[in-house]
């Protein structure tokens, strides 16, 4: 393992942000991870993990030891009458598993495909897209626990999952490794989301692959092309109370007497679509979406966030919970 000092992010997070680690590493094996860990101890520096940069908003100066976690390999570890068991390593790529997959006749995750970012990301926050959620699919997940300096495995509970929401957001403890799904059978579609209900006769999983990937390119800016880090806010969960205020909101009634409002719309209704901070913006097409439109710093993502952020609870009184880590 190499640590390099200075380490430059830039090309490393999907916003196109310039960051600069202290120093940083790519790391291959768990020996590494805890090579890294004893380094950043000595350095007396925090210990921050990155996969595939597609949920993180970065400082231009990290003051931290940032291991780039790059890890490889996956496999179908079994399959019995109700279910197919399937492990990858956190370092993989979220979007080639999701298609490796369902290239092989296994459904399951084919509406989260084409989220950006590795799949030790992917429980970070719970992804969730097209009515499919992580957790759903969820089964184990192995994790360096840096406290103890010991493996554990973690089950879904233990998790604590949530909508855009786990155990991993609060603690830094765990270091994911690898994670394994587990994969109903037998497979059914689920095409509730408005855009997937038109999919006709009886799709299979390529076919609704196919579809959410058309959405996603329909609806989504390509970080390739313009750097985002997808949607910036969580979808406010409000009580019906609050709800009731704004009629006209796009609601998501949660089944706990509370409601999931859109915040794209919430911002859109506060005319900020396609405003701008200096090189950042909101995009033009979709008002959930912070953009860098070259350039842009992290002071720029800072203050385009802040003003939707009070313009949202200036007009609606609702707080606004930013996604991506900040590191
Ligand atoms: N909307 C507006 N104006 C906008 C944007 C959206 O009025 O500028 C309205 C839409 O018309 C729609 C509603 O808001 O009625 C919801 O929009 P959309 O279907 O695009 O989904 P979203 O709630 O904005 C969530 C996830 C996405 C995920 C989609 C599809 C969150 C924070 N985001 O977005 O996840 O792809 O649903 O399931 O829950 C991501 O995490 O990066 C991400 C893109």
Redesign the pocket.
């Known amino acids: 393992m190499r640590i390099v000092p200075e380490l430059d992010l830039t090309a490393h997070n999907t916003f196109g942000l310039k960051s600069r680690a202290a120093y940083g590493a790519r790391i291959t094996s768990l020996d590494q991870i805890v090579a890294l860990r004893a380094f950043a101890a000595e350095q007396r520096l925090p210990l921050a993990v990155i996969g595939g940069g ?2 993180v908003l970065l400082r231009e100066e990290i003051d931290s030891v940032v291991a780039l976690m790059t890890t490889k390999g996956r496999s179908i570890l079994g399959l019995d009458k109700d279910r197919v068991l399937v492990r990858a390593m956190a370092g993989e790529d979220w979007p080639d598993l999701v298609a490796w997959l369902v290239g092989q006749g296994i459904g399951g995750l084919e ?1 989260l495909s084409g ?2 970012g590795t799949v030790g990301a992917a429980p970070v ?1 719970n ?5 499919v959620e992580l957790a759903e699919r969820f089964h184990s997940l192995t994790a360096y626990d840096r406290v103890e300096d010991v493996l554990v495995t973690l089950d879904r509970d233990a998790c604590g999952f949530g ?2 929401h786990s155990i991993f957001k609060a603690t830094d403890r765990y270091v994911i490794l690898d994670v394994t799904l587990s994969l109903p059978r037998p497979w059914k579609p689920v095409i509730g ?3 997937l209900e038109t999919l006709s006769g009886r799709p299979d999983a390529d076919a609704v692959m196919k579809r959410v990937l058309e ?2 390119r329909e ?2 800016p390509d970080w390739r092309l313009i750097g985002n ?7 406010p969960v409000v009580a019906a109370s609050v709800a009731a205020r704004i009629p006209d ?2 609601r ?1 009634p949660q089944g706990d007497g509370r409601i ?1 409002l ?4 919430l ?3 506060c005319g900020l ?1 396609a405003a701008r901070e200096g090189s950042a913006g ?2 033009d ?5 912070l953009v860098n439109h070259g350039g842009a710093t992290f002071s720029d993502v800072a203050r385009m966030a802040a003003r939707v952020r009070e313009a949202v609870n200036a007009r609606f009184g609702i707080e606004l919970v930013q ?1 991506p880590r900040t590191i």
């Open positions: 597609s949920n509406n989220i950006p926050q992804i969730s897209a097209y009515g909508y855009r989301y408005k855009g959405l996603r609806k989504l880090a997808g949607s910036f806010f969580h979808n909101a796009p998501y999931k859109a915040a794209g719309w911002i859109e209704m679509k909101v995009h097409d979709h008002a959930l979406i996604e």
